[in-house]
């Protein structure tokens, strides 16, 4: 079983459409990253997290510790919003690595 | 402001070839810098990071090397490609560990 698990591994949607995007971790985190990559390759950071919620523009971020939870939303979905999010957690401590989801694949139909 | 430049963005090279991709950071002072590779169909997995000038920690074996000669700069090498080594390399850096990390535009590698 992966540390990282994202849900769904691909999500098609009309313009609108309320998204949301989950990732479940199974290690202790000191941050955890919700990424975007768009087609042709690159990646950008949209959210890091370590308690509670964070909110940019149409997108935010939650995240439970207690249950090892974090959810990423769009409000008001755009064929622009077409990319892979990436749900990323930095495990911290004595064995500090980052390890990653491998990505949900969401699709905006206009 | 801080950017981070990669090249070259695209490469195909032989079996068997040396390679070496640049990574640079402009803007910031000592920064965490990280190699990422994306093979096709999988997830971005961690293959270097650097606290600091000639400090290097591998995160998996493998016959890609990684070296620090200056403060914003970071370098992927190998001696020989294999075909395994085909995929999106990504450069990244941040403040501090738990920090957001932001990525170069990278570069793909083809090795045929």
């Known amino acids: 079983k992966n540390e990282v698990e994202q849900s769904p591994q691909n999500l098609t949607a009309q313009e609108g459409e309320f998204i949301t995007i989950n990732c479940s971790y199974s290690?202790?985190?000191?941050?955890l990253h919700w990424l975007q990559q768009h087609p042709g390759g690159g990646i950008v950071s949209l959210f890091m997290?370590?308690?509670g919620k964070k909110k940019h523009g149409r997108l935010i971020a939650t995240i439970n510790i207690q249950e090892k939870h974090s959810s990423l939303h769009i409000t008001a979905s755009h064929p622009r919003d077409s990319a892979v999010y990436i749900c990323?957690?930095?495990?911290?401590?004595?064995?500090?690595?980052?390890?990653f989801g491998k990505g949900t694949r969401l699709h905006i139909l206009p | 402001s801080q950017t981070i430049h990669q090249w070259p963005a695209t490469l195909v090279q032989p079996v068997g070839s040396p390679l070496s991709l640049e990574c640079t950071v402009e803007?910031?002072?000592?920064?965490?810098l990280y190699w990422y590779r994306q093979a096709a169909g999988r997830g971005l997995q961690l293959l270097f990071y650097?606290?600091?000038?000639?400090?290097i920690s591998s995160e998996v074996p493998q016959n890609l090397s990684a070296s620090r000669p200056q403060d914003r700069q970071f370098i992927l090498s190998s001696k020989k490609l294999l075909l395994s080594d085909s995929g999106f390399y990504l450069c990244a850096w941040s403040g501090g560990f738990a920090d957001t990390q932001y990525f170069g535009p990278g570069t793909r590698l083809t090795v045929l």
């Open positions: 990323a957690v930095r495990s911290g401590g004595r064995d500090d690595k980052i390890i």
């Open positions: 997290l370590s308690s």
């Open positions: 290690v202790g985190i000191s941050a």
């Open positions: 650097s606290v600091g000038i000639g400090q």
């Open positions: 803007g910031t002072s000592n920064p965490n």
